[in-house]
């Protein structure tokens, strides 16, 4: 590769802040799921949206933004956060983020630490990202990551969580309290057109020790190792339950 042909694709890069919005094609039209978050103290407005691809080979455009409260979402004021996953509720004009890296797994064992590899800060649309990065688990988590599934009778909202009432497990390794509370940043409201609530969806990242799978042959479980990676839990209610009580501060509420 030449220098000129060098120095023209790394300033395409550096001129488009979101060039999987702006694929030729994409529109507005293309938006499948808006969700939207209030956050206290603040006139901010934090959006999670979900475009399909253009093409059939495309990916998905999915990720996390902000606009101030009096701006309507659109496709060409998006500018995307590094991450979706809140360090803690997010409060005022200072958000406090965790990004993971994935893709691969890490290919040795010391790629794996709970410590972060880099912490950084960003501003978007007057928002200040402090932002602390990791590699995901070299290996496989047993019971500590991956997809979990409740059920529960009822919730209940204060101001910086949501505790879930009779919360009984049924397909997954993590075992909650009855009762257990979750901070606010990260919980997701799934409900249908007549505000009826299909389930409560939380993505927590998982930074601590337990037991993996490393990825030898055959596979090798290792107790007390470094795990880095997103446990997806998902309470369904036993009963129907409805959500307007329940409000868009530090809540994923659904637009679309």
């Given at each position: 590769m030449t220098k000129a042909t060098?120095?023209?694709?790394m300033t395409l890069l550096l001129t488009s802040c979101n060039w999987m919005g702006s694929?030729?094609?994409?529109?507005?039209?293309?938006?499948?799921?808006?969700?939207?978050?209030?956050?206290?103290?603040s006139s901010q407005v934090l959006y999670q949206f979900y475009y399909s691809g253009t093409f059939v080979s495309s990916s998905d455009y999915v990720g996390v933004t902000i606009?101030?409260?009096?701006?309507?979402?659109?496709?060409?004021?998006?500018?995307?956060?590094?991450?979706?996953?809140?360090?803690?509720?997010?409060?005022?004009?200072?958000?406090y983020l965790i990004k993971i890296n994935y893709g691969s797994n890490p290919t040795t064992e010391k790629d794996t630490i709970l410590t972060p590899i880099k912490s950084y800060k960003e501003k978007i649309n007057g928002a200040e990202l402090s932002v602390k990065e990791y590699n995901l688990t070299y290996g496989?988590?047993?019971?500590?990551?991956?997809?979990?599934?409740?059920?529960?009778?009822?919730?209940?909202e204060s101001n910086d969580s949501l505790t879930l009432f009779n919360v009984t497990k049924t397909f997954g390794g993590k075992l909650f309290s009855h009762n257990p509370s979750f901070l606010k940043g990260n919980i997701k409201i799934v409900?249908?057109?007549?505000?009826?609530?299909?389930?409560?969806?939380?993505?927590?990242?998982?930074?601590?020790?337990?037991?993996?799978?490393?990825?030898?042959?055959?596979?090798?479980?290792?107790?007390n190792q470094p795990i880095v990676d997103v446990a997806t839990y998902e309470f369904y209610p036993r009963d129907s339950l409805t959500t307007e009580k329940l409000s868009e501060i530090g809540l994923w509420r659904r637009v679309k």
């Open positions: 060098t120095y023209i694709l694929i030729p094609g994409r529109t507005d039209d293309n938006l499948y799921g808006l969700y939207k978050q209030r956050i206290e103290n606009l101030d409260s009096t701006e309507n979402f659109s496709l060409d004021k998006i500018i995307d956060f590094p991450t979706e996953y809140f360090k803690t509720k997010p409060k005022g004009k200072n958000l496989s988590a047993t019971i500590n990551a991956g997809l979990m599934r409740y059920e529960f009778d009822r919730c209940e409900e249908n057109d007549d505000k009826k609530l299909l389930y409560i969806q939380i993505k927590q990242p998982i930074i601590e020790r337990g037991s993996i799978y490393k990825p030898t042959s055959p596979f090798e479980l290792v107790e």
